[in-house]
């Protein structure tokens, strides 16, 4: 908290957001796979990536409220094999065979590269100029490591020659780790870095099966011209319920080292956000929030920022001396409004966590069919 001290005191705030910060949902119209995904853009969106089971349980409960037919998922065949930072595959060792609808990432293991699912936890590698770092301190699935190589170095290690890959092998040292390849031959159309994967294949008869629709919890593999609704998002942040309980301070800490970071809210819209995945958690509130009281000034802030859009209980900003100084937001039966409460009590509590793309070059252009049909 001495950070917060330090940028009350300088005036070092920063008051410029981005607008669409927390991630949100709609369902739109029913429509071929190409219109769905026209929909979405056209209304600065992009069809809806699943990135875990949390995500899975939200769609299935956010379908079944608002329609009773499917939703078209972003998904569609047609990943080219390439590293995770752009480059293409020339020199490559790998055995991975898939099967239908398969995920499977590269990993180095005893000197081999070998496939394992996505999702599974592994140290990692990352390059930066020629420099290759192994990450021991933390084993992540593949996304997540990514996410790391990109946030401290510059991505997950790719081998273009035999010479790459003995440098590798010895920085590796007889570990087992992951690098920069997935091994796909789906893909999300906003290039969302997901190891999420459970397609079921539509038995009923029709065209080639290369789009992927949602229903009742389940993902198939469908033809593209069937018509289920749209199911569009915007937003970098997805909104992590933490069903654990600690005081504000762990909680803090629990955010900044796992995600994105304790969750604020800076607008209606962040607020909308929150409300409507808080509506399908299944968690008993209230949830600790990145909300704090100055000590020095009295007034409320979010770790470096001023709040300026609230939703107070009641209408009424909790004042010194009387308040307490951190702040929670209340689930369903509280309406969602914000209270002060005391750092010690323990609560669940809300994570944002930055969305990971996979490789930054690919672009999602598939459709061909008329938007309106």
Not at 248 to 265: N, P, Q, R, V
Not at 277 to 302: C, H, K, M, N, T
Not at 333 to 349: A, I, M, Q, S
Request: charged share 25%.
């Amino acid at each position: 908290m001495a950070l917060l001290v330090f940028l009350l005191c300088s005036g070092l705030f920063h008051f410029t957001f981005t607008s669409n910060r927390l991630r949100m949902f709609d369902i739109g119209p029913r429509i071929k796979w190409s219109g769905a995904s026209n929909h979405c853009i056209q209304n600065n969106e992009s069809p809806v990536t699943l990135y875990d089971e949390e995500d899975d349980n939200f769609t299935e409960k956010f379908r079944d409220s608002e329609t009773n037919y499917g939703i078209w998922l972003g998904l569609r065949k047609s990943r080219n094999l390439t590293w995770s930072n752009g480059d293409n595959v020339s020199f490559n060792k790998s055995s991975v065979s898939l099967t239908e609808g398969e995920q499977m990432c590269e990993a180095i293991d005893n000197d081999t590269w070998t496939g394992y699912t996505c999702s599974e936890k592994k140290h990692f590698m990352c390059s930066k100029d020629g420099t290759y770092t192994l990450i021991e301190k933390e084993a992540e699935d593949w996304c997540h490591a990514l996410k790391y190589c990109r946030t401290h170095n510059s991505d997950l290690v790719s081998i273009q020659s035999e010479r790459e890959n003995e440098l590798v092998l010895e920085k590796g040292n007889n570990r087992s780790f992951w690098i920069g390849l997935m091994h796909d031959k789906w893909e999300w159309q906003d290039n969302g870095c997901s190891s999420f994967r459970e397609l079921t294949i539509d038995p009923r008869p029709g065209e080639e099966k290369e789009c992927a629709y949602y229903r009742h919890g389940i993902m198939y593999e469908v033809g593209c011209g069937q018509c289920h609704n749209s199911f569009c998002s915007k937003g970098d942040m997805r909104i992590k319920v933490i069903n654990k309980n600690l005081t504000w301070e762990e909680a803090f800490e629990y955010c900044e080292t796992k995600h994105s970071g304790l969750l604020w809210i800076e607008d209606e819209e962040d607020q909308d956000a929150v409300e409507q995945w808080l509506e399908r958690s299944d968690v008993v509130g209230p949830f600790w929030i990145a909300l704090r009281q100055s000590r020095v000034f009295g007034f409320w802030i979010w770790r470096d920022s001023t709040v300026s859009y609230n939703n107070w209980k009641n209408g009424f900003v909790p004042e010194s001396p009387s308040s307490h100084i951190c702040g929670v937001i209340s689930d369903r039966t509280g309406n969602f409004t914000w209270t002060d409460e005391n750092c010690l009590f323990e609560h669940p509590f809300l994570c944002e966590e930055e969305i990971v793309y996979t490789n930054m070059g690919l672009t999602a252009d598939h459709g061909h069919e008329n938007h309106n049909e």
